[in-house]
C-alpha cells in the first residue's frame, strides 16, 4: 500500500534508522496496519551483533513496530513534519526466535488505545508466519524541537 517514498514523507527516520521497507496492510479506519522490513546482511548493526552469528537486536524489533504504528497515526495529523513520536512505555516484550539476515520481518500493529497525543498499540513480528517478537507499546506525540 506504501512504498519506501511513501513512508519517508511520513515518518523523519532515515538510513540507518528507518526500519520499515513496505506497507503490506493499512486499515482507513487508523486501527491496523502491515509492514515489512526487509532484514539484509548489509545491516549496520551485523557488524557487531554478532560477529559470524548475526541476530537483529530486540530492540531494533520494537522500534520497527513503533515506525510502523507511526506511519499509521501520521498519515491523520495535518502538520505532521512538525511532530515527532517518542517511546512512553514498552510492556510485555516477547522474543521467541532470532531474526537473522534474509527474513522477511512482517509487523502486525493493533490499536488499543488513542487520546489526543498518545497512542497505546499492540505488535506482533513474525518471519514466515511465525511470531518472532511481541509488545505493547505507548508512543507519545510532541512538538519537533526548532
Given amino acids: ?31 491496523r496496519i502491515v509492514g515489512l522490513k526487509n532484514v539484509t546482511a548489509n545491516e549496520q548493526f551485523f557488524q557487531g551483533h554478532f560477529p559470524g552469528a548475526p541476530v537483529m537486536p530486540g530492540v531494533l524489533i520494537i522500534e520497527a513496530m513503533a515506525q510502523c504504528a507511526a506511519v499509521l497515526f501520521l498519515r491523520s495529523v495535518p502538520d505532521r513534519e512538525r511532530k515527532l513520536f517518542y517511546f512512553g512505555a514498552v510492556d510485555k516484550a516477547r522474543f521467541r526466535r532470532p531474526v537473522v539476515p534474509g527474513d522477511q520481518l512482517i509487523l502486525e500493529i493493533d490499536l488499543r488505545a488513542r ?13 514466515d508466519g511465525v511470531i518472532v517478537a511481541e509488545a505493547d507499546l505507548l508512543s507519545v506525540m510532541v512538538d519537533r524541537p526548532e
Fill in 1 to 31: 500500500m506504501l512504498n519506501i517514498l511513501e513512508i519517508m514523507k511520513l515518518l523523519p527516520h532515515r538510513y540507518p534508522m528507518l526500519l520499515i521497507d513496505r506497507v503490506l496492510e493499512l486499515d482507513e479506519g487508523n486501527q
Fill in 115 to 127: 487520546r489526543s497525543n498518545t497512542v497505546k498499540v499492540h505488535g506482533v513480528a513474525r518471519v
